[in-house]
């Protein structure tokens, strides 16, 4: 699955921070990649990919995960509406369990950039592995920290996943997913014992699998006791 906003393709220049590992040849068409929710215990994994417009800089760009809810909301309204072109894509439950995370974080990657309405010379990958795309590819480790576009990615896939996980929320509130977002906190752990797996689980992820086994209630427990 995939959602992106579409603009009239138009040639970007690399930006400061990228001039210096892409001098020569020139590379003009840059994607930052970057992914959300590989670690919880329910829900898809989401993939950004953002081209940014060097004539429509966005102010205060950073890793997701340092900025306020508030903050990268914003900030994900500017990129949609000054980036060259951005997508965000996803890898089902049902992908994950049946490919393993890792794979379903690299579909989910290659889908977020095929959706791009420009076409990427180049994509900066967030991380040390990468999908294989059709463009050349470099992986950057902590990139959502160092490069605007992988920062933009991250937001944007942050941002839809968290949506995502409210609306699962509203679907199965006894879970809190509104307030963990299907990580494996001490309060989903509980629930989880309480009320077992429900279809937008990972049956793949030990403590999802551990409930299904027997004697998975005293897993989860101790499991719970030390998150």
């Known amino acids: 699955m995939?959602?992106?906003?579409?603009?009239?393709a138009a040639a970007a220049q690399v930006d400061a921070g990228q001039s210096e590992l892409f001098a020569a040849p020139l590379i003009s068409i840059i994607a930052g990649v970057d992914e959300a929710g590989r670690g919880p215990l329910a829900g898809a994994v989401y993939a950004g990919a953002v081209i940014l417009d060097p004539a429509r800089p966005i102010a205060g760009?950073?890793?997701?995960?340092?900025?306020?809810?508030?903050?990268?909301?914003?900030?994900?309204?500017?990129i949609q509406e000054r980036a060259l072109a951005w997508a965000v894509a996803t890898a089902s439950v049902q992908e994950i369990d049946t490919l393993n995370i890792l794979q379903a974080t690299m579909l989910a990657m290659q889908r977020a950039v095929q959706a791009l309405s420009t076409a990427p010379e180049l994509a900066l990958v967030d991380g040390n592995r990468a999908p294989r795309l059709a463009c050349a590819?470099?992986?950057i480790v902590?990139?959502?920290?160092?490069?605007?576009?992988?920062?933009?990615?991250?937001?944007?896939?942050?941002?839809?996943?968290?949506?995502?996980?409210?609306?699962?929320?509203?679907?199965?509130?006894?879970?809190?997913?509104?307030q963990h977002k299907g990580y494996g906190t001490a309060l989903h752990l509980a629930r989880l014992?309480?009320?077992?797996?429900?279809?937008?689980?990972?049956?793949?992820?030990?403590?999802?699998?551990?409930?299904?086994?027997?004697?998975?209630?005293?897993?989860?427990?101790a499991q719970g006791a030390t998150a």
């Not at 760009?61 to 990268?72: G, H, I, N, P």
């Not at 896939?157 to 409210?166: C, F, G, P, S």
């Open 2 to 8: 995939s959602a992106a906003r579409r603009r009239p």
């Open 61 to 78: 760009l950073a890793d997701s995960k340092v900025l306020t809810m508030a903050r990268r909301e914003a900030l994900a309204a500017q």
């Open 137 to 139: 590819v470099r992986t």
């Open 142 to 178: 902590k990139g959502d920290a160092t490069e605007a576009c992988i920062s933009a990615a991250s937001i944007l896939a942050k941002t839809a996943r968290d949506a995502e996980l409210l609306r699962l929320h509203a679907l199965y509130p006894e879970y809190a997913f509104d």
């Open 193 to 221: 014992r309480e009320h077992g797996p429900c279809a937008e689980h990972r049956t793949s992820f030990a403590p999802v699998r551990d409930w299904q086994a027997p004697g998975s209630a005293q897993i989860i427990a």
